[in-house]
């Protein structure tokens, strides 16, 4: 039996937002994927505890943004008691043989990979869709990890491949790009003001 071809969107979704649809349904359709789930984190690593809501609330709130049949919120990483990729990946690589993973991150993601923990690990073990964000991603793509793995990125036009290919495999998509921001919108709860600091 043919497994399924899985987009991974990891993150803390405090709060969920347009833009976290906005990407999943770009990634089901240039990616060819059967279905996105969205790893709602217990605790970033690499976030502060300060300002995160209550794992109840921002798993809540990613139903309630999520509102289509191949977006599948998740708390797996809660019920496997991990709090990094690399673990969550092994443990789901080991659950699911027959499918296939791509791990969905955004540029800004893509900068910050050398301080994940064991991150070369994490480009030999899945294939990885990086989608653009602005600001990020002429230094994403200048970065540690963009230089690391040049030779394994596969070009635009490709990106429906990549659920197929063996690991270290990524794509770059630069796509038409969705303004919501989980920070502006946490600024904006605190300030009534769009994008304000207090």
């Known amino acids: ?20 649809r906005h990407i999943s349904l770009l990634a089901l359709q240039r990616l060819g994927l059967d279905v996105v789930w969205w790893l709602v984190s217990p605790q970033n690593p690499l ?42 990946l092994r443990a ?39 989608f653009a964000r602005p600001t990020y991603s002429a230094h994403a793509l200048a970065g540690a990890a963009a230089r690391r793995y040049a030779r394994n990125r596969l070009p635009d036009r490709a990106a429906a491949l990549l659920a197929d290919r063996k690991p270290p495999a990524w794509v770059f998509l630069h796509t038409q790009l969705h303004p919501a921001s989980a920070t502006e919108i946490r600024l904006e709860s605190l300030t009534g003001k769009p994008g304000v600091p207090m």
């Open 92 to 130: 789901l690589s080991r659950r699911h043989r027959r499918d296939r993973f791509v791990w969905i991150i955004g540029a800004d993601n893509l900068s910050q990979m050398p301080k994940w923990r064991d991150w070369t690990n994490i480009f030999e073990m899945v294939p990885i869709a990086v």
């Open 47 to 88: 976030k502060p505890e300060d300002g995160m809501a209550a794992f109840d609330e921002r798993f809540a709130g990613a139903e309630r943004i999520a509102r289509h049949p191949r977006i599948h919120v998740s708390d797996i990483e809660v019920r496997l008691g991990t709090r990094y990729t690399i673990d969550t």
């Open 1 to 20: 039996m043919k497994g399924l071809r899985i987009g991974l969107l990891g993150g803390s979704f405090n709060p969920a937002h347009e833009g976290h």
